[in-house]
């Protein structure tokens, strides 16, 4: 813990320069908090959540118009494709963006790998940028 906080007071006075020390958290009150922060292990807590907390977080959203609120889901897809005629047949990735509001698909996307970063930004992409609509 005192190497996390000597860390934390040198990134303050590197990114920092004008901002007081005084004011920066002390050893026993960083010792204190970390915890609670980041869980009795340590680690960040990405899945431990209180279930009263999760009520909470779902509660809040309210969809009252098309685009507002959109999920992205990925999953296997049960069936092989094949990537040109003549290749074997392959497993591939299906992600997809649904609107809420509408239910409906705003956005697909079908990788031969798993899905990456990049692979969910391009969605994302698809999604703030559609491709026009044609004629008819």
């Given at each position: 813990?005192?190497?996390?906080?000597r860390l934390?007071?040198?990134?303050?006075?590197e990114r920092?320069?004008?901002?007081p020390?005084e004011?920066i958290?002390?050893?026993?009150t960083?010792?204190?908090?970390?915890?609670e922060?980041?869980?009795?292990d340590?680690?960040?807590?990405r899945y431990?959540?209180?279930a009263?907390?999760?009520?909470d977080?779902?509660?809040?959203?309210?969809v009252?118009?098309?685009g507002q609120?959109?999920?992205?889901d990925?999953t296997?897809?049960?069936?092989?494709?094949?990537?040109?005629?003549?290749d074997?047949?392959v497993s591939?990735?299906?992600?997809l963006?649904?609107d809420?509001?509408?239910?409906s698909?705003?956005?697909?996307?079908?990788?031969?790998?798993a899905?990456?970063?990049?692979?969910?930004a391009?969605l994302?992409?698809d999604?703030?940028?559609?491709?026009?609509?044609?004629e008819g």
């Open positions: 813990m005192r190497a996390r906080h934390m007071h040198q990134y303050v006075r920092f320069p004008d901002f020390e004011k958290p002390s050893y026993f960083l010792r204190k908090v970390w915890p922060w980041f869980g009795p340590g680690a960040r807590q431990v959540r209180p009263e907390a999760a009520k977080a779902s509660a809040r959203v309210g009252h118009r098309p609120v959109v999920a992205l990925t296997t897809l049960p069936v092989k494709v094949r990537e040109a005629v003549f074997e047949p591939v990735m299906l992600t963006a649904l809420l509001y509408a239910h698909i705003v956005a697909f996307r079908l990788t031969m790998v899905d990456t970063a990049v692979d969910v391009m994302l992409r999604v703030m940028m559609p491709l026009p609509m044609r």
